[in-house]
T-cell receptor, first 114, second 115 residues
Framework: DQQVKQNSPSLSVQEGRISILNCDYT??????FLWYKKYPAEGPTFLISISSIKDKNEDGRFTVFLNKSAKHLSLHIVPSQPGDSAVYFCAASTTGGGADGLTFGKGTHLIIQP | ETGVTQTPRHLVMGMTNKKSLKCEQHLGHNAMYWYKQSAKKPLELMFV???????ENNSVPSRFSPECPNSSHLFLHLHTLQPEDSALYLCASSQDLRGAREKLFFGSGTQLSVL
């Protein structure tokens, strides 16, 4: 059973508008969440993260929101740019889960239309 | 070179072949990982090494055999694979095991096709 779920395989957004990517998790022990971005023929790269003691973290055009009661997090990209077209992976970890690394979702393919 | 480098980028092999994937990290990290990404599936952790010792093996079939000769190099030896093993194999590193929960650095991956 998937512990980290990204229910939208793809998302199309017009350039300049807001992109919202969603992620749900089932394991209440997760306390650290990350978003990775992946271009074709490249490995995933770290984008932004959030600890469970916070409900928001912002870095430039990227903001991650965490709703612990709903076990839901979202990544907002504003304004969306063509270079944002990529696959975005949500990932989560637990405090004692160092050796397990991260638990990833299946990814959402974001397409920014001009 | 910087970051995490994987070779080859693409590999096609028959089910009776033996091949190896190579990963090298230039970040001075102490932990290295093999992940598998199959179509429409999440990234799956296969192996974890910390200071050249294996600390995690997520029930991976024995036809996959990892090797970590030092903290900068990681290999994945492949033999008698099945077509369902076709996938993107990603190597990653982190400062240490604790760093894995915060940030991994990935290579570009090896796209493997088993015929």
């Amino acid at each position: 059973d998937q512990q980290v779920k990204q229910n939208s395989p793809s998302l199309s957004v017009q350039e300049g508008r807001i992109s919202i990517l969603n992620c749900d998790y089932t394991n209440s022990m997760f306390d650290y969440f990350l978003w990775y971005k992946k271009y074709p023929a490249e490995g995933p790269t770290f984008l932004i993260s959030i600890s469970s003691i916070k409900d928001k973290n912002e870095d430039g055009r990227f903001t991650v929101f965490l709703n612990k009661s709903a076990k839901h997090l979202s990544l907002h990209i504003v304004p969306s740019q063509p270079g944002d077209s990529a696959v975005y992976f949500c990932a989560a970890s637990t405090t004692g889960g160092g050796a397990d690394g991260l638990t990833f979702g299946k990814g959402t393919h974001l397409i920014i239309q001009p | 070179e910087t970051g995490v480098t994987q070779t080859p980028r693409h590999l096609v092999m028959g089910m009776t072949n033996k091949k190896s994937l190579k990963c090298e990290q230039h970040l001075g990290h102490n932990a290295m990982y093999w992940y598998k990404q199959s179509a429409k599936k999440p990234l799956e952790l296969m192996f974890v090494y910390s200071l050249e010792e294996r600390v995690e093996n997520n029930s991976v079939p024995s036809r996959f055999s990892p090797e970590c000769p030092n903290s900068s190099h990681l290999f994945l030896h492949l033999h008698t694979l099945q077509p369902e093993d076709s996938a993107l194999y990603l190597c990653a590193s982190s400062q240490d095991l604790r760093g894995a929960r915060e940030k991994l650095f990935f290579g570009s991956g090896t796209q493997l096709s088993v015929l």
